[in-house]
């Protein structure tokens, strides 16, 4: 039992000893958008129309992991027109070699999968806990997506952070951190924070605010 409790205070003191070295006011980087739509099966139907809505220069996440490459990639071709028309940022969960094939902007994944860096892409992570945020400022992350802050439709009943404990964490991010997690524009405007990405929360019948 001791050596289990000095294993996880070890583990603990390592991720604290990752991000303290960067602990600051979160930087605000202007070149990344302020808003984040994220694909899903439950919202491709509304997709060209959420694009379309989004203010001009926003980002989409690709995801459509329920698809195979083929059809995949098909609805990825379609819906990076619809976003390349809007000036939106086009990020891909996949590998760098796939993003760039495909001709996405940037890749989006949990922060080791995005190494080693490709600098002609935009580089998002992940991250639900202090470690992860660590790991991300160790391979320079373009920015990171701290989640979940409120109850999701992705993980209902799933433990969320809470506004208290998103803000804590995220002054330990090094990158612009991106509020995900059942936000939405009046949730965004409550936890006063300038970038968040969503699923539902950005889909139909969403409420846009003014600016990306």
């Known amino acids: 039992m001791r050596a289990i409790l000095v294993s996880t205070s070890a583990r603990r003191e390592a991720a604290f ?24 099966a439950r919202n491709d139907a509304v997709l060209e129309d959420a694009l379309r809505r989004m203010p001009r220069g926003s980002g989409f996440i690709y995801r459509h992991y329920h698809l195979d490459e083929e059809k995949r990639y098909a609805r990825f071709r379609k819906l990076r027109r619809i976003a390349r028309a809007c000036n939106h940022t086009v990020v891909l969960a996949d590998s760098a070699l796939t993003a760039t094939d495909w001709g996405a902007d940037g890749i989006y994944g949990a922060p080791k ?54 803000k804590a964490l995220a002054r330990y991010s090094r990158a612009p951190v991106i509020a995900l997690g059942g936000m939405d524009a009046r949730r965004a405007r409550a936890l006063d924070w300038p970038r968040w990405a969503a699923i539902d929360g950005l889909s139909k019948g969403a409420v846009y605010p003014a600016d990306a």
Do not use: C, K, M
């Open 113 to 166: 999968s995005l190494w080693p860096r490709r600098r002609e892409l935009l580089h998002l992570a992940t991250a639900h806990n202090l470690r992860e945020i660590g790991e991300a400022n160790l391979i320079g992350s373009d920015g990171v997506l701290l989640s979940p802050i409120f109850s999701t439709n992705s993980h209902p009943g799933g433990q969320v952070l809470g506004p208290v404990r998103f």
């Open 17 to 40: 000893s990752i991000a303290r070295g960067y602990r600051a006011s979160v930087r605000q980087d202007q070149s990344l958008p302020n808003l984040w739509l994220i694909s899903d």
